[in-house]
């Protein structure tokens, strides 16, 4: 991790596909040692050079529905009007950063798991139309899928 650290300021000078795979590499680094909030920066790097890379989205869609859940958890817990307001409003910004994720991994990977989170989530943001056009959208998405970084 010290190691990987300590490249993170001279990222932009290694060549853009090594970069974009020290990239990913350095999210899943942060994942997995529990530091979502600094994994999230380099999977979203990841994730606009190679759109295609489902990987990468469902990295990020869990992260992001992690979010989600941590604010239904505080919501839960409190009566104040407003601050369940205020929470809402970032529990509909987690979701709504979590589904193109989630979508495209389900597109490329279908999983019944996935779905059905994708499916409650948008019965939970209250968003019909979401809903009913996800067929289409999951259709046009598993176009264009990658599994696999390239160095090339």
């Known amino acids: 991790m010290e190691l990987g650290e300590a490249i993170i300021p001279n990222a932009g000078k290694l060549p853009e596909k090594t970069r974009i795979n020290f990239y990913f590499g350095a999210g899943k680094m942060y994942e997995d040692n529990k530091q979502p909030d600094k994994a999230l920066p380099f999977y979203e790097k990841v994730a606009a ?9 469902r990295a990020l869609g869990y992260l992001y529905l992690d979010k989600a859940k941590m604010v239904q958890i505080m919501m839960s817990s409190t009566r104040d009007k407003a601050v369940k ?21 389900q597109a490329c990977d279908p999983s019944d798991d996935t779905l059905n989170i994708i499916r409650d ?26 599994d696999i970084l390239s160095d090339n």
């Open 49 to 57: 050079a190679v759109p295609d890379y489902y990987v990468v989205h």
């Open 85 to 105: 307001d205020s929470l809402f409003t970032d529990f509909l910004k987690a979701a709504k950063k979590a589904l193109p994720h989630l979508e495209k991994a």
């Open 121 to 146: 989530l948008y019965a939970e943001i209250n968003d019909a139309a979401g809903l009913n056009s996800l067929t289409g959208r999951l259709k046009q998405l598993s176009k264009d899928c990658m």
